[in-house]
T-cell receptor
Framework: DGGITQSPKYLFRKEGQNVTLSCEQN?????MYWYRQDPGQGLRLIYY???????QKGDIAEGYSVSREKKESFPLTVTSAQKNPTAFYLC?????????????FGSGTRLTVV | AQKVTQAQTEISVVEKEDVTLDCVYE???????LFWYKQPPSGELVFLIR??????QNEISGRYSWNFQKSTSSFNFTITASQVVDSAVYFC??????????FGTGTSLTVIP
């Protein structure tokens, strides 16, 4: 079945560490997105990519980095520069460069700083 | 600027009651799209409906119905005869011609058996 796979489901990070969240899709979608979800704040866009080897910053890109070397993959690295990384992270994709048909979402990764 | 407001943070209803989730949006675009997503406890957002700005026809899908009114910039979602499985966080979202999605802050619905 086609879909988006995010791993791991739960991730614990020590302060000062970089961690990478995986996002893989087999939907042949061109565009991929990373969102951060905090209680009561909805979803905030971190980065998005509309094509391989290209990506743009979203509203809260500071402390995060991404790569898009393959169409299927859009990993997110949470760097030590991100001061408050504890959150739920959602990856999404769409088959249109303009998301007028909606997104398909992964099941998320919950990151906790210990 | 584009904006989506879901004023109801949390709602609790007793099973079999009807419940309406409110969504008010702001945009200067004449072409835009509105969405509702459901986020169950598992975390994944599930697509429920998409509506474009030129189609104000209300839609019903089983126990779900949506009321789109451009005059009040609202896209409300009603669940009829609610069930425990409807318990989730529901997000309203707006997509414009600028390649961006704008999400509301979500409404957490709890259906009490």
């Amino acid at each position: 079945d086609g879909g988006i796979t995010q791993s791991p489901k739960y991730l614990f990070r020590k302060e000062g560490q970089n961690v990478t969240l995986s996002c893989e899709q087999n939907l042949n979608h061109d565009a991929m997105y990373w969102y951060r979800q905090d209680p009561g704040q909805g979803l905030r866009l971190i980065y998005y990519s509309q094509i391989v080897n290209d990506f743009q910053k979203g509203d809260i890109a500071e402390g995060y980095s991404v790569s898009r070397e393959k169409k299927e993959s859009f990993p997110l690295t949470v760097t030590s520069a991100q001061k408050n990384p504890t959150a739920f992270y959602l990856c999404a994709s769409s088959d249109d460069l303009s998301p007028t048909y909606g997104y398909t979402f992964g099941s998320g990764t919950r990151l906790t700083v210990v | 600027a584009q904006k989506v407001t879901q004023a109801q943070t949390e709602i609790s209803v007793v099973e079999k009651e009807d419940v309406t989730l409110d969504c008010v949006y702001e945009t200067r675009d004449t072409t835009y799209y509105l969405f509702w997503y459901k986020q169950p406890p598992s975390g994944e957002l599930v697509f429920l409906i998409r509506r474009n700005s030129f189609d104000e026809q209300n839609e019903i899908s089983g126990r779900y119905s949506w009321n789109f009114q451009k005059s009040t910039s609202s896209f409300n979602f009603t669940i009829t005869a609610s069930q425990v499985v409807d318990s989730a966080v529901y997000f309203c979202a707006l997509s414009d011609t600028g390649n961006q999605f704008y999400f509301g802050t979500g409404t957490s619905l709890t259906v009490i058996p």
